[in-house]
């Protein structure tokens, strides 16, 4: 019987032992969050994303990452990067609308749209992502949509979305996120897999390019408006309190407090961006396509794996904020 219960030991020690050592691996050798965003140059990876939103999904697609809402059945944010080549991008638009299978889950199916009334407002405009025929596509996954008032979707919506890329024109480049606020429910849904219909929805717009670094925000009624863009803008911080969303994180501090508290509509040109004879340069786009070796998608995908588990480590021991002190996450 005493040997039996020593074995026991031995085998629980042995365990505890390869799960120290494997949480050892999580913290030091995955990059921390912080150290995986810097890139050679010194530029900001993923300078676009939100903090994580607890019970989301996170979902990357050509040119945008999102966050899909279970719940809702919508996205709460969807982030990307949009430069002065890509809005000048001539790929033409394919309504290619479809489920999301990326979503563990289910995503909305073109079904519960059907005889709704609302639109399937694009959250990533397609307008935005003419730089690639992939891109474009992925824009029309139904996790990067939520219902909209048509008259909404194409009235002031669609001239926010255009005076956004003036925006990117004008600055080079901007870090946009858009979603539906989902802080103010309860709300009518649609379809049997019941969409929320939001109620609100916002914007936010990050120039990050020196000397002159500036944010703005919108948070607009999903109903027609007459009234101007300038007079939906506010602060970043203004739209971090309607949202519960932490924008743009990984802003070094002092940068972050500074610009998300103010906000001039002077700085920005309201113009609604049109086409020009001017043509995008190819070599700017540097997302992942499936030209990449398979070797670097491995080991992207086995770091973001690791990150993950990393997260999950810390968050069931209860020392994510610890873990944040010292530099871990």
């Known amino acids: 019987m005493a040997k039996k219960k020593k074995s026991k030991i031995k085998r629980l020690l042995i365990t505890l032992l390869f799960l120290i050592i494997i949480f050892l ?57 949009l430069t002065k080549d890509e809005v000048l991008g001539g790929g ?15 995503s909305a199916e073109l079904d519960d749209y059907k005889g709704s009334g609302y639109d399937r407002g694009h959250m990533a405009p397609a307008a935005d992502f ?3 025929s992939e891109a474009m596509s992925d824009t029309f996954y139904l996790s990067n949509m939520c219902p909209q008032d048509p008259s909404f979707n194409r009235g002031i919506w669609a001239d926010l979305e255009a005076v956004v890329r003036t925006m990117a024109y004008d ?33 936010t717009v990050l120039d990050y390019t020196d000397p002159d670094i500036k944010a703005i925000g919108f948070v607009l009624p ?14 970043i911080d203004e739209v ?26 002077s ?12 043509t995008a340069d190819p070599s700017q786009f540097d997302y992942v396509s499936p030209d990449t070796p398979l070797s670097e ?20 021991l209860g020392v994510t904020e610890i873990a944040k002190a010292v530099g871990l996450m």
């Open 25 to 81: 691996v999580l913290c030091f050798i995955t990059p921390a969050e912080n150290e995986e965003r810097i890139t050679a140059d010194g530029e900001i990876r993923g300078l676009e994303l939100p903090a994580p939103i607890e019970g989301n999904q996170i979902i990357k697609h050509t040119g945008y990452t999102l966050s899909y809402n279970e719940e809702y059945e919508v996205p709460a944010y969807v982030a990307y990067e």
């Open 92 to 106: 033409e638009r394919n309504d290619s609308f479809k489920a999301d299978e990326s979503v563990r889950t289910g």
């Open 130 to 132: 003419k730089w690639s």
């Open 171 to 203: 600055n080079e480049k901007v870090y946009v996120v858009t979603g539906p606020v989902l802080t103010d429910g309860p709300y009518e849904t649609i379809g049997d897999n019941e969409v929320a219909v939001p109620k609100r929805f916002y914007k």
């Open 222 to 235: 999903n109903e027609n408006s007459d009234k101007s863009l300038q007079s939906f803008a506010m602060t």
């Open 240 to 265: 971090e309190e309607i949202t519960g969303i932490d924008f743009y994180p990984a802003l070094p501090d002092d940068v972050e407090e500074a610009v998300e508290s103010k906000m001039r509509t």
């Open 267 to 278: 700085d920005w040109n309201f113009t609604q961006f049109t086409a020009t004879g001017e």
């Open 297 to 316: 998608k491995v080991l992207n995908a086995a770091v973001g794996i690791f990150v993950e588990l990393k997260t999950e480590v810390f968050s069931a």
